[in-house]
């Protein structure tokens, strides 16, 4: 088997290269999914039987959530092949995850605080989904505080990607806590192994909002994860040319 | 082994025993990570008597009672197993009615009757329009039959 793309995608300058071509591609594709999302979602899409326009912030929390979990995921990963396979981009990747990840986790809790208001009642109960991932807000701010604690970055490197790893094990009690335990808040509508609990004219536009968000942030990693690299590699030869 | 070996060993290492510290303390504390109790649970003494605790289930229909003119009111929470009448004097969110689910908190009575100072309303996963409701409720003579493997049916036993 040829391994060569592989060992590839550990060289800067090739990353670099990529990212600089793709980012536009994904920019331009999420913006216009998340301005079609929001019309359907907003204007076209019928109001619930029960919650009214009300449950419209669905269409920025749900997806805001989904993003902050799988972020986290893609960070953790980055972090474990930076870790194993000494692979410096792993680690470039997981560092210019950690502050995206970190604010769409700040809007999927204001966005559930202001729907739990009228809807539940409260804007904030200690249930274990609403505390799983406030944790995942303070995994984010850990990873970044534990970054910009140490000087020298290979060793702020490992030991960021060690703590990504441990507090990788919030992801499954995220997703599952609706179901281990009983919560105040409510089963998954999609991600699930069943159909969908919403009809096909409300579940599109959350799915072309998923789609948005997840491009979008494709699109601001591939930035963030360049401006790392120059970081990175301001000393390599191969830079001056680039910017030349 | 090789150093790669070696690291990869490690991080494995590290996320099992992560794991496995989490999934013992989550079971050790079992009782307080659990948001609500069902009727069942209350009826079987699995509910701390004497504390203040949750408790969750789904209002039974034909049973809210609303005196004119206060905010004083009673209804029946149900698990479709077991019954806890809950009285409550407040504001409601938008979201309580008959056979939906909905979290109490307060205090047990000896009289089994249980009195709440805070009404949470839960909310289940499914979305659909009025019309669709309407449609449902007409085949169903007035209700929305609840759905056996939705969440907010309050499940024995959990």
Redesign the interface.
Known sequence: MNWAWFHRLGSPPHIYRIAGTLTPWFAWLAGLLIIVALYSGLVLAPPDYQQGDGFRILYVHAPSAWLAVMIYGVMASAAAIGLIWRMKIGHAVAASCAGVGAWFTVVSLVTGMLWGKPMWGTYWVWDPRLTAQLILLFLYLGYLGLRAGFDDLSRADRASAVLAIVGFINIPVIRYSVEWWNSIHQAPSVMKMARPSMPIDMLAPLLMMLLGFTLYFAAVLLVRLRAEILRRERTASWIREVLR | MTP?QR??T??VG??AG??IT?VLA?NAF?EN??????PSQVAAGGAPIEKRFRL?GMVRPGTVDREAGSLEMSFVVTDFKHDVRVVYSG???????EN?GV?AHGRLGSNGVFVAD?????????????????AIKDKYGGIIPVNP????A?SAG?
């Open positions: 790669r690291r990869i490690l991080v590290i996320l992560v794991s989490v989550l079992r990570v659990m948001f609500f109790f069902d969750g504001v409601l969110p938008d979201l309580f009615r939906q979290v805070e009404i949470l309303a839960k909310h289940d996963e499914n979305y659909m329009p009025p019309e669709v409701a309407e493997h939705s969440r907010a309050p959990t």
